[in-house]
């Protein structure tokens, strides 16, 4: 299988490029070259297939046949080793639970897939690969759980001191082994600048093998289709199924959508967002309309600029490389993906709604969800939705527990993070400690 890029199709390249380099030197974002549905063999099957079972089946056909059957399936075994299960809330209504991995959030699944398809292609090198990651808290801690261990890789986190959550830290400066957390005294900006700089300084890239994490790496959406056919298969026969994202850069919904291509029978999808509402209003009027983001409650969905708009763009035949889709993209998309947006004040309402409705806890992004579903069915009932809740609702401990004015659960790997010791190596924000570090550390 070759990926191209969003900006030039003419522009493909393999797997393990697309993977290292991240994003084409274009700046448009890498897509599989071919998105064939799987054959009605496996449809029949499914209900008796393990959720592992799907992904090495989905990852086989997305893609090609450049991985021998044994190690793929080790790659999906060792990725997907936690499950999604789908939680009934009524007849209309259900959650498809993603935050049973390390971090307590989907994020895990792409990061725990792309460490184990880069350790498979650095196997024979005999240099560590290291990976270097700013983080402003929550995708550093998915990267540092999904590459926890991960032979042959090593992974550097720069993040600003004081700024981001106590857990955030923990999770970043507990594990050890393989990663190694720098405490930057100063902003992300900060952190992310050093980590430019290192890209671009050719001396130390001749001394040192250096990769990145980004969150728009095409090897994360593979095993965010895999949860969409493992809920289609939970919920089982009936009612036309339609999918409820909640979304800030659209990376899970755009896995929706290739699942659909993949056959995936979906009546439909809905984007949800918070107030940063830039799909829902491209949806709703046509423009596309970026804007800064705005600080809100579901904070992980605080985007102003979706960096997988291209893509969805794409996959509704958008012409390569325009930055405004036009008429007929618009309204392709426009059948396919109903968009609504909510204030916080509402998502609070909506947490306090689900727990005295259902006695289920939901987080502020599932809640976010559940508001937009309960709209769209408002105007077509007889459909069951599916809300895909992205993390759970203790990793939002202090909000959901003054909205619900109540204690929750915390589950074990979560509370025993409280405890560890933090390690990090404290830096100035001058790129010449860090590259002195580098070096010292694994040359
Ligand atoms: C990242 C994240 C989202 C947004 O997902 P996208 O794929 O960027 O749309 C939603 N909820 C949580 C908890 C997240 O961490």
């Given at each position: 299988?070759?990926?191209?890029?969003?900006?030039d199709?003419s522009?493909?390249?393999?797997i393990?490029?697309?993977?290292?380099r991240?994003?084409?030197?274009d700046?448009g974002l890498?897509?599989?070259?071919?998105?064939?549905?799987?054959?009605?063999?496996?449809?029949r099957?499914?209900?008796?297939?393990?959720?592992?079972?799907?992904?090495?089946?989905?990852?086989?056909?997305?893609?090609g046949?450049?991985i021998p059957?044994?190690?793929l399936?080790t790659?999906?075994?060792?990725a997907?080793?936690?499950?999604?299960p789908?939680?009934?809330l009524?007849?209309e209504?259900?959650?498809?639970?993603l935050?049973?991995?390390?971090?307590?959030a989907?994020?895990d699944?792409?990061?725990?897939?792309?460490s184990?398809?880069?350790a498979?292609y650095n196997?024979?090198?005999?240099n560590?690969?290291?990976?270097?990651?700013?983080t402003?808290?929550?995708?550093?801690g998915?990267v540092?759980?999904?590459f926890?261990d991960t032979?042959?890789i090593?992974?550097?986190?720069?993040?600003?001191?004081?700024?981001?959550?106590?857990l955030?830290?923990?999770?970043?400066?507990?594990?050890?082994?393989?990663?190694?957390?720098?405490e930057?005294a100063?902003?992300f900006d900060?952190?992310?600048a050093?980590?430019?700089?290192?890209?671009?300084?050719q001396?130390?890239r001749?001394?040192?093998?250096l990769s990145s994490?980004n969150?728009?790496?095409?090897?994360?959406?593979?095993?965010?289709?895999?949860?969409?056919?493992?809920a289609?298969?939970?919920?089982?026969p009936?009612?036309p199924i339609v999918f409820?994202?909640?979304?800030g850069?659209?990376?899970?919904?755009?896995?929706?959508l290739?699942?659909?291509r993949?056959?995936?029978?979906v009546?439909?999808f809905?984007?949800?967002?918070?107030?940063?509402?830039?799909v829902?209003?491209?949806?709703?009027?046509?423009e596309?309309?970026?804007?800064?983001?705005?600080?809100?409650?579901?904070?992980?969905?605080?985007?102003?600029?979706?960096?997988?708009?291209?893509?969805?763009?794409?996959l509704?035949?958008?012409?390569?490389g325009l930055?405004h889709?036009?008429?007929?993209?618009?309204?392709?998309?426009r059948r396919?993906i109903?968009g609504?947006s909510?204030s916080?004040?509402t998502?609070?309402?909506?947490?306090?709604?689900?727990e005295?409705r259902?006695?289920y806890?939901?987080?502020?992004?599932?809640?976010?969800?559940?508001?937009?579903?309960?709209?769209?069915q408002?105007?077509?009932?007889?459909?069951?939705?599916?809300?895909?809740?992205t993390?759970?609702?203790?990793?939002?401990?202090?909000?959901?527990e003054?909205?619900?004015?109540?204690?929750?659960?915390?589950?074990?790997?979560l509370?025993?993070?409280?405890?560890q010791?933090?390690v990090?190596?404290a830096?100035?924000?001058d790129y010449a400690?860090?590259?002195?570090?580098?070096?010292?550390?694994?040359?």
């Amino acid at each position: 299988m070759k990926f191209y890029s969003t900006n030039d199709a003419s522009h493909k390249v393999g797997i393990r490029e697309a993977i290292f380099r991240g994003l084409p030197a274009d700046n448009g974002l890498y897509m599989p070259e071919r998105i064939t549905p799987l054959p009605e063999s496996f449809f029949r099957e499914l209900s008796s297939l393990s959720f592992a079972d799907i992904g090495f089946r989905i990852a086989r056909q997305l893609l090609g046949q450049e991985i021998p059957d044994e190690d793929l399936r080790t790659i999906v075994d060792e990725a997907i080793n936690f499950p999604a299960p789908v939680v009934k809330l009524d007849e209309e209504k259900y959650v498809l639970e993603l935050f049973h991995g390390p971090s307590l959030a989907f994020k895990d699944f792409g990061a725990r897939f792309m460490s184990r398809l880069m350790a498979y292609y650095n196997q024979d090198s005999e240099n560590d690969l290291i990976i270097l990651v700013a983080t402003s808290g929550d995708t550093g801690g998915a990267v540092a759980a999904g590459f926890y261990d991960t032979p042959g890789i090593q992974v550097v986190i720069l993040y600003p001191s004081g700024k981001v959550s106590d857990l955030q830290e923990k999770q970043l400066t507990t594990l050890g082994k393989n990663i190694h957390a720098l405490e930057v005294a100063g902003t992300f900006d900060d952190c992310q600048a050093i980590v430019k700089q290192a890209f671009v300084d050719q001396d130390l890239r001749s001394q040192l093998r250096l990769s990145s994490a980004n969150s728009i790496n095409i090897s994360r959406l593979i095993p965010q289709t895999f949860y969409y056919f493992e809920a289609y298969k939970q919920v089982g026969p009936g009612q036309p199924i339609v999918f409820c994202v909640p979304s800030g850069n659209f990376g899970n919904l755009t896995a929706g959508l290739i699942a659909q291509r993949l056959g995936l029978p979906v009546h439909h999808f809905i984007a949800a967002t918070n107030d940063n509402d830039v799909v829902p209003q491209f949806l709703e009027r046509g423009e596309y309309l970026t804007k800064p983001s705005v600080p809100t409650l579901s904070n992980a969905m605080d985007v102003g600029a979706p960096s997988n708009f291209a893509r969805m763009t794409n996959l509704h035949d958008h012409v390569m490389g325009l930055d405004h889709p036009g008429k007929e993209t618009h309204e392709a998309m426009r059948r396919g993906i109903s968009g609504y947006s909510f204030s916080d004040d509402t998502t609070e309402a909506a947490v306090r709604e689900v727990e005295q409705r259902y006695g289920y806890v939901i987080d502020p992004h599932g809640a976010v969800g559940y508001l937009a579903l309960k709209r769209w069915q408002k105007d077509h009932p007889g459909t069951r939705g599916i809300i895909l809740e992205t993390a759970h609702p203790s990793k939002f401990k202090p909000d959901v527990e003054r909205i619900l004015g109540h204690s929750i659960d915390v589950p074990e790997r979560l509370a025993r993070l409280a405890q560890q010791e933090k390690v990090a190596t404290a830096v100035g924000t001058d790129y010449a400690t860090v590259r002195a570090y580098l070096l010292d550390k694994f040359r």
